[in-house]
């Protein structure tokens, strides 16, 4: 339980100190703002057309492709741990697991999901 | 000795008396659990501000300049200089901005990276919360970052921001995969989650024992912090600065603080995973003392890379870590539960590996890892030249002269 709290410990002096540094940096600076000074910078041009667009598709690809292999990592994780407590038979599970896996993988390759167009 | 190697706790404990004094014990704790991230996070952040002005030196000489020198003897006034700089800026929202997330963002990057120094073990139990988790932990809260990054890039509104915060979401994802595959070979051998369990282990260095692993974990960590050559995000010759562009004064100095804070983390890690930790190497110094000395020894080939590699483009980055990365390290993941089988190091939480046993078992880890590292540079073969035939062609250029040569 200790350990849990000294997270929560530094969970709270985590974001009690930058939030501390952000404010002392606005009692401490000029405040003379201005439209111009305000306006979105984008190398001295001013900005043409929306910003929150319909983006790229390619990055939705790979964080799909993301979350099926962070789910399996998940799960190798308590495998790999209670490992040399299971013996052979892990060892030709976690074989399918992860040969299941790299099929699926080697399937988005194949499928032109992991290039980048 | 034995004093200097306990310094740390010695002070602490004597703290713990002196206010058990007055005060009733849970008091005493809490105090001392607020007292003990205080203290941590005073010296990463004060860490970091000298990072920063060693990068600048040791990139200054790569490129054969002499770096900041005005500041105080040798420029090492320097960052504080600059601090006080960014602490005196104007604090600037934009007025297209997203008022909230935008405010939120650089406060949210600094606390995870933070965080990770809750688990390092610093020196002989110099740990804040020995979690029986802490590999699982580290992981989970370096990842909270990006967040960070993507919510700094989407509430700026500004087409380059944007830009830098869906590639770093992009490529910190993608090389979240490897960066944790591999870790997964290393708990194969460990047996456990806890990290004091991985120095206790590391009779001789995981790295000699796994130098596939630690090649692999250095690029996939230099990704995650988006450190060069894989500092895409805030390419500033292509997007001015990427996620950070609309950000000035405090609010930006935490970004840049977020980002050298994890890269500080990412070493500890490595450190205690790879490099055996706090224990001595030859020379008996305080076990604190080894850990700086292996820290800065791991910050400092980051700078290096820094100064010596070109960046790499998306979709070269995107390949390295899906095509091989990905691949590669769930083999050595399969590899190693098969040496672990024959080879074991840990049995029921015992260290089974003993004296001279430790010869043949590191090298029969190295010589598999070599072999590993041999059969994927022939898998892979096929591979490579057909890219780098195609990209040979893609260049206008090449694309010339092959019509030239056709022609005649």
Same mark, same amino acid.
């Given at each position: 339980m200790r350990e849990y709290a000294v997270l929560g410990a530094f969970l709270l002096v985590g974001i009690v100190l930058p939030a501390a540094v952000v404010i002392g940096g606005w009692l401490l600076g000029p405040k003379r703002a201005n439209p111009v000074k305000n306006s979105t910078y984008e190398c001295g041009l001013e900005t043409v057309g929306e910003t929150w667009i319909q983006f790229k598709v390619q990055y939705y690809v790979y964080a799909l492709i993301f979350v099926i292999f962070d789910i399996e990592v998940v799960y190798l994780y308590p495998w790999a741990v209670a490992y040399n407590r299971l013996g052979l038979f892990a060892l030709v599970e976690a074989l399918i697991f992860a040969g299941i896996l790299v099929a699926g993988l080697f399937y988005a390759w194949r499928k032109g999901a992991l290039a980048w167009f | +000795?034995? =004093?200097?190697? %306990?310094?740390?706790i010695l002070i602490g404990d004597w703290f713990h008396s002196l206010l058990a004094q007055w005060l009733p014990e849970p008091v005493v704790s809490a105090i001392g659990m607020l007292l003990s991230a205080l203290i941590i996070m005073t010296i990463a952040a004060v860490t970091m501000l000298y990072m920063t002005y060693l990068e600048r030196k040791v990139v200054a000489r790569i490129q054969d300049r002499i770096g900041p020198n005005r500041v105080g003897p040798f420029g090492l006034l320097q960052p504080l200089a600059?601090?006080? $700089? +960014?602490? /005196? $800026?104007? +604090?600037? &929202? !934009? /007025? =297209?901005?997203h008022k909230v997330v935008y405010n939120i963002a650089p406060v949210l990057a600094v606390t995870p990276a933070m965080m990770a120094f809750a688990v390092i073990p610093f020196g002989r139990d110099m740990v804040a919360s020995d979690l029986d988790i802490g590999l699982l932990y580290l992981i989970a809260v370096s990842s909270v970052t990006e967040i960070a990054i993507v919510m700094g890039?989407?509430?700026? %509104?500004? $087409?380059?921001? #944007? #830009? @830098?915060?869906m590639r770093a979401a992009a490529q910190m994802l993608s090389y979240e995969i490897p960066m944790v595959l591999v870790l997964l070979s290393l *708990?194969? +051998? &460990? @047996?456990?989650? %806890?990290l004091s369990d991985f120095v206790d282990v590391q009779t001789v260095p995981?790295? #000699?024992? =796994? !130098?596939f692993a630690f090649i692999v974990f250095l690029i996939s960590a230099a990704a995650e912090v988006a450190r060069s050559p894989f500092d895409i995000p805030e390419a500033e010759s292509e997007l001015i600065a990427g996620y950070h562009t609309e950000y000035g004064g405090m609010r930006f100095a935490l970004f840049q603080m977020a980002e050298f804070v994890a890269a500080l983390g990412m070493a500890c890690i490595m450190v205690t995973l790879f490099l055996g930790g706090w224990r001595s190497w030859i020379i008996p110094l305080p076990s604190w003392l080894w850990f700086v000395i292996k820290t800065f020894i791991l910050i400092n080939v980051w700078f290096w890379f820094r100064g010596t590699f070109p960046r790499l483009r998306i979709d070269q980055l995107q390949a390295l870590a899906w095509k091989f990365l990905v691949p590669a390290s769930l083999l050595h993941a399969i590899m190693t539960a098969v040496l672990v089988t024959f080879f074991p190091l840990v049995k029921d939480g015992q260290? &089974? *590996? =003993?004296?001279?046993e430790w010869l043949t078992t590191t090298v029969v880890y190295f010589v598999a890892n070599v072999v590993l590292l041999f059969v994927l540079m022939l898998l892979y073969r096929p591979y490579v030249r057909r890219t780098v035939r195609q990209l040979r062609v893609a260049t206008p250029a090449a694309a010339a002269r092959q019509q030239e040569v056709q022609a005649a």
């Open positions: - | +000795m034995q =004093q200097l190697d %306990r310094l740390f600059d601090g006080i $700089k +960014m602490f /005196t $800026k104007e +604090m600037i &929202v !934009p /007025t =297209q901005a890039g989407w509430a700026s %509104r500004n $087409k380059y921001s #944007l #830009l @830098g915060g *708990v194969l +051998m &460990v @047996g456990s989650l %806890r995981f790295i #000699l024992l =796994q !130098p260290l &089974v *590996v =003993q004296g001279a």
